[in-house]
C-alpha cells in the first residue's frame, strides 16, 4: 500500500516562488528501486509530466519547460519529496500531483500510464 499527500500549493504572482511537497508512506512491499514523480493538469489539458526522482535521488528529470526554474529533491529520513518552483510563470497554474512507479527501467518515464500511485493534488495559480 502506498499514500501520498501534496501540500503547499497556493496562489503567487508571476516571478514568484513556491515549494510542493508530496509525504509518502510505503507499506506491505519489500524494497525495490522505485521513482517519485510530479505532475500537473491544467483545465482543458491533459496532465503533463513534471519532473522526477529516483527513490536514491540519483537521478532527476524534468520536462523542458520548467528545467532551470524547478528542483526536484528528497528527504528519505521524513519520507518527503519536494518541487521547488521559482520564476513562477501564469502559465505553471494547474493541480500538480505526486506520482510513485513502483519499477525503475534505466529512465524516469513521463508517461503517466507507467505511474502506479497518486496524490490527491494540489492547486498552484499564478497571477500575471
Known amino acids: 500500500q502506498v499514500q501520498l499527500v501534496e501540500s503547499g500549493g497556493g496562489l503567487v504572482q508571476a516571478g514568484g516562488s513556491l515549494r510542493l511537497s508530496c509525504s509518502y508512506s510505503?507499506?506491505?512491499?519489500?524494497?525495490?528501486?522505485?521513482?517519485m514523480g510530479w505532475f500537473r493538469q491544467a483545465p482543458g489539458k491533459e496532465r503533463e509530466f513534471v519532473a522526477g526522482i529516483t527513490w536514491n535521488g540519483g537521478i532527476t528529470d524534468y520536462t523542458d519547460s520548467v528545467k532551470g526554474r524547478f528542483t526536484i529533491s528528497r528527504d528519505n529520513a521524513k519520507n518527503t519529496v519536494s518541487l521547488q518552483m521559482n520564476s513562477l510563470k501564469p502559465e505553471d497554474t494547474a493541480v500538480y500531483s505526486c506520482?510513485?512507479?513502483?519499477?525503475?527501467?534505466?529512465?524516469?518515464?513521463?508517461?503517466?500510464?507507467?505511474?502506479?500511485?497518486w496524490g490527491q493534488g494540489t492547486q498552484v495559480t499564478v497571477s500575471s
Open positions: 506520482a510513485y512507479d513502483r519499477t525503475y527501467g534505466r529512465r524516469i518515464p513521463f508517461e503517466e500510464g507507467k505511474y502506479d500511485y
Open positions: 510505503i507499506s506491505g512491499r519489500t524494497f525495490s528501486p522505485y521513482v
